[in-house]
C-alpha cells in the first residue's frame, strides 16, 4: 500500500511551539486528519482538513496544507507536558473508505 | 469520550483460541470500521461495514471475520489466533456520510 510518512520522534520544551510533519501520498486526498493517542488509550481526533484549504487553526492548534508537495503539518503553541503523545497523521484512501495511517510521531515535552 | 465503546478493554488467550471483539459506534452512526495496530505493522485497516453490509475491506487475515448487526453493533471474530495476533483493535464510527472516525479505547489482545 501507499505509505504515509513522519519523523518519528520530537522532543521540544514546555512552552515552546511543536511542528509534527507529515507527507502523504495520494493526491486526491479530500481529507486530512491528525489524530493523537496518549498511552494505553485510543485515537482521539484533534483536527482535520479539508482538501480545499491552506490552513486551519483551532485554539493551539494549527494545520497547514500544502497540496503541491503533499505535505501537512501540524503547530502546537505553547506545547505543555500533557501533549506529550504518539501524533498520528492520516488521510483517506484511494477507496474513500479506510484511514491511511503514517507511523505516528512521538512527542516528548520536557519541563 | 468519542462515544464509541468497545469491550473487553483487554483479552489474554492462548495460541489455537478464538475470541470476539465487540464495538458499539457512536449514536446514529451507521458505518464501523476495525483497524488493527500493532509496534512493526502500525495501525492497519481490517474491514468497514455501513448499515449491517460489508463495505471495504483491507488487510484482513482469512481466520478473522466481522459482523454488523441490526442494532448497529459489530463484532470483531479472530480464530486459530497466533502469537503474532497480539496487538491493539480498534473500532471507529463515522455518520452518514460523513468522512470523520471516531475510535474507541480500543481491545488489547494478547496471545500466550
Known amino acids: 500500500g501507499e505509505d504515509v510518512e513522519q519523523s518519528l520522534f520530537l522532543s521540544v520544551r514546555e512552552g515552546d511551539s511543536s511542528v509534527i510533519n507529515c507527507t502523504y501520498t495520494?493526491?486526491?486526498?479530500?481529507?486530512l486528519y491528525w489524530y493523537k493517542q496518549e498511552p494505553g488509550a485510543g485515537l482521539q481526533l484533534l483536527t482535520y482538513?479539508?482538501?480545499?484549504?491552506d490552513m486551519k487553526q483551532d485554539q493551539r492548534l494549527t494545520v497547514l496544507l500544502n497540496k503541491k508537495d503533499k505535505h501537512l503539518s501540524l503547530r502546537i503553541a505553547d506545547t505543555q507536558t500533557g501533549d506529550s503523545a504518539i501524533y498520528f497523521c492520516?488521510?483517506?484512501?484511494?477507496?474513500?473508505?479506510?484511514?491511511?495511517f503514517g507511523k505516528g510521531t512521538s512527542l516528548l515535552v520536557t519541563p | 469520550d468519542s462515544g464509541v465503546t468497545q469491550t473487553p478493554k483487554h483479552l489474554i488467550t492462548a495460541t489455537g483460541q478464538r475470541v470476539t471483539l465487540r464495538c458499539s459506534p457512536r449514536?446514529?452512526?451507521?458505518?464501523v470500521y476495525w483497524y488493527q495496530q500493532s509496534l512493526d505493522q502500525g495501525l492497519q485497516f481490517l474491514i468497514q461495514?455501513?448499515?449491517?453490509?460489508?463495505?471495504a475491506k483491507g488487510n484482513i487475515l482469512e481466520r478473522f471475520s466481522a459482523q454488523q448487526f441490526p442494532d448497529l453493533h459489530s463484532e470483531l471474530n479472530l480464530s486459530s489466533l497466533e502469537l503474532g495476533d497480539s496487538a491493539l483493535y480498534f473500532c471507529?464510527?463515522?455518520?452518514?456520510?460523513?468522512?470523520?472516525?471516531?475510535f474507541g479505547a480500543g481491545t488489547r489482545l494478547s496471545v500466550l
Open positions: 471507529a464510527s463515522s455518520g452518514q456520510g460523513s468522512n470523520i472516525q471516531y
Open positions: 461495514y455501513y448499515n449491517g453490509e460489508e463495505r
Open positions: 495520494d493526491s486526491s486526498s479530500t481529507y
Open positions: 449514536s446514529g452512526d451507521l458505518s
Open positions: 482538513i479539508f482538501s480545499n484549504m
Open positions: 492520516a488521510e483517506i484512501s484511494n477507496s474513500g473508505y479506510a484511514l491511511n
